[in-house]
């Protein structure tokens, strides 16, 4: 499959973002002038109905069975490949709520981001999170960031409130001096520059670096291999957005791990092989293949990655999931060593040839699989 028809298959579903038309209107103030509420962010747990204030000291605990906490410093996204069809963010009740677009921002897309005392809540989970040695990585708090975006999507486009408002850079302000325009007698005035993407994945690795009891599972597609983008490469992509240390050398996070999204063979083999350009940049790097719509063939990839994430589809719109793909993915961690976390088989799985529908409506109840499938493996730890 061709990248080209990889972008196809995202974006036929009938919300695609090149349908949609954004009904945003763009206010542009100084984020200084904004009250708090207007920034806030109201995450509701596990995408439920309660939008009330009262939840956000619980809001981030998540359902996903890999993680403790879910972060979202920013949230929309765009559609990059057959995988993206049934995006579960996409319909995702606080992103409704808010008004966030799929799609680039020629399609009309959005990119909120979260309020100052969201942002702050990793702060306080690092707090509350004793001190866990780096080799006892079963036992560390980990952080999933981010369920409702892609880290590394190259967003160029302007960054907002939930409320809709434009949002300005703190780090980059300009002086224009009344000098410099000719017969003005006026002060000088400060120009601000506007928020991009890139300032807000600035200020998520300080909060990485400034939270070293937590592990922070940074998970990607856009930033491996992205169609809307054009980009092909990780040296355009991660290697680009990531932070660096001393000298130019990028930065090595004990904390993150890096994983890369994929769904199918054809996404497997185009994406994976810009993961292993990332090896120093991350603790442990690893495949989340889910929503898993087709066998895949891991041999180029095990030998490089220390942890595998499988799942069938969920949603109303499912594609069915065959447990023998899911099967064949543990066989083969298994074989080569590589631990393996089996997280749901989806709303509909074929089971021994015959389709079947589970009491957990995302088929992730491992007492309702068969045996060789209930695999939740983490990776060792490091000096075992």
Not at 135 to 149: Q, Y
Not at 239 to 266: A, I, T, Y
Request: include cysteine; charge should be neutral.
């Amino acid at each position: 499959m061709t990248p080209a028809q990889l972008r196809h298959t995202a974006i036929t579903d009938k919300n695609s973002p090149a349908q949609i038309q954004s009904s945003n209107q763009t206010v542009v103030v100084s984020v200084a002038n904004v009250p708090d509420d207007a920034t806030g962010d109201e995450e509701t747990p596990h995408g439920g109905e309660n939008g009330d204030s009262k939840e956000r000291n619980v809001m981030a605990l998540s359902a996903i069975e890999w993680c403790k906490w879910t972060y979202n410093p920013f949230r929309g996204c765009v559609k990059t490949a057959g995988g993206c069809l049934h995006c579960y963010a996409e319909v995702n009740y606080s992103v409704k709520m808010h008004g966030i677009e799929w799609g680039t921002e020629d399609e009309g897309g959005t990119r909120k981001r979260a309020a100052l005392p969201y942002l702050k809540q990793p702060h306080r989970w690092n707090t509350e999170s004793a001190p866990a040695m780096f080799d006892k990585s079963d036992d560390r708090p980990r952080v999933f960031c981010a369920s409702l975006a892609d880290v590394f999507e190259p967003w160029s486009g302007p960054m907002l409130t939930v409320a809709g408002i434009k949002l300005f850079s703190r780090r980059t302000p300009h002086i224009l001096a009344s000098s410099s325009i000719p017969g003005s007698s006026h002060p000088p005035r400060l120009l601000q520059t506007p928020l991009t993407m890139q300032e807000c994945r600035d200020d998520l690795f300080d909060t990485i670096r400034q939270t070293p009891n937590l592990d922070w599972l940074l998970l990607s597609k856009h930033g491996f291999f992205s169609v809307p983008y054009g980009i092909e490469s990780a040296n355009d992509g991660i290697l680009k957005m990531w932070p660096k240390g001393s000298g130019q050398n990028l930065e090595h996070f004990k904390n993150v791990w890096l994983l890369c999204s994929v769904s199918d063979q054809p996404t497997h083999d185009l994406w994976t092989s810009q993961l292993f350009k990332c090896g120093n940049l991350a603790r442990l790097r690893g495949l989340s293949c889910e929503p898993l719509t087709g066998p895949i063939d891991l041999t180029l990839s095990l030998p490089w990655i220390d942890w595998v994430i499988v799942g069938g589809e969920s949603g109303p719109h499912a594609r069915i999931c065959n447990e023998v793909w899911i099967n064949d993915i543990v066989n083969q961690c298994r074989e080569a060593g590589v631990p393996v976390f089996v997280k749901q088989l989806g709303r509909i799985a074929v089971v021994d040839g015959v389709e079947r529908k589970f009491v957990h409506k995302k088929g992730g109840d491992p007492s309702e699989w068969p045996r060789r499938v209930r695999h939740r493996e983490y990776p060792k730890p490091l000096n075992a």
